[in-house]
């Protein structure tokens, strides 16, 4: 048995290690279901920053994986939970998309305009504009709590490279000097704090799944769980050698788990 089997929950990444976007990788789906069957706690952790956890549950589901939305933390939901636990109904304002709206307000944070918000919460949107844009940069200028759903720089979609969170903060910065207070997704200890608490379980009984070494592994061990890189999505054996993080085990697929 992998010694990785003796722990209680498992903190999973979506992309690269279940799906690549709406189409299932076989084998990790049959790795989580593999996974439930033997008793372990699991949740999903996305840094996707425009969906909310209803959309990202519908797209688990649809891979043949039972869960519910306490099961997925989005870098939305888990943005919108970390400001409502900062301050109750704080009034924010967002660049975000609809699935970071709809997180924000059943967190039961009011959304705003830049003038009059306490917080501005810095999350993807495929619409920006330069109104928009205007906006968070005015907002950022009053020196309000600046929060980030995630640091993603580049977003890897079906059909190339797209720009991520990075097209908002890094104009910000260049124009104001500001970077955001407050990171919340992965390698960020904001989201996996949140996981954790999710699982009820303490770190040295977890283990962080994840297709991304600066990502899945910073983050897993920032918090002192196990670490287990699968290579269904971005890493490729070869980036192991010059990576500065080293993951605890490496496995072609979350289901080679169950074969090793
Ligand atoms: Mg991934």
């Known amino acids: 048995m992998h010694p990785l089997l003796k722990k209680k929950g498992f903190i999973l990444d979506i992309d690269g290690v279940v799906g690549r976007s709406v189409e299932p990788i076989e084998e990790g789906v049959r790795g989580v279901l593999k996974l439930i069957e033997a008793g372990k706690r699991v ?9 909310s956890r209803r959309i990202l ?14 099961d997925i933390i989005s870098a939305t939901h888990a943005t919108a939970s970390f400001i409502a ?4 109904g704080a009034r924010v304002f967002t660049t975000g ?8 307000l059943n967190a039961g944070l009011k959304l705003v305009d ?3 918000a306490d917080y501005l919460v810095v999350g993807s949107n495929r619409n920006l504009d330069y109104e928009l844009m205007t906006k968070a940069l005015r907002c950022c200028l009053r020196g309000v709590r600046y929060v980030a759903t995630n640091p993603d720089k580049i ?13 908002i903060i890094g104009a910000l910065y ?7 207070d407050v990171i919340v997704g992965k390698p960020s200890k904001v989201i996996m704090l949140e996981a954790l608490r999710r699982l009820g379980l303490r770190a040295e009984d977890v283990v962080v799944v994840g297709d991304q070494i ?6 897993g061990k920032r918090i002192g769980a196990s670490t287990l890189l699968v290579l269904t999505g971005v890493a490729k054996k070869e980036d192991l050698e010059k990576a500065s993080t080293k993951p605890d085990y490496v496995l072609p697929s979350l289901e080679s788990l169950f074969y090793s």
Do not use: Q
Request: charged residues 35%; glycine residues 10%; aromatic residues 8%.
């Open 43 to 51: 949740v999903f952790v996305s840094n996707n920053s425009t969906r």
């Open 57 to 70: 549950l519908e797209r688990i589901k649809s891979f043949g994986i039972p869960a519910s939305e306490r």
């Open 85 to 88: 636990r900062e301050k109750n």
């Open 97 to 104: 998309e609809e699935g970071l709206k709809e997180e924000l």
């Open 114 to 116: 830049y003038e009059e």
């Open 155 to 167: 977003f890897p979609s079906e059909n190339g490279p797209t720009p991520g969170t990075g097209l």
């Open 174 to 180: 260049w124009m104001t000097g500001r970077k955001p």
């Open 214 to 219: 600066e990502v899945d592994v910073v983050a």
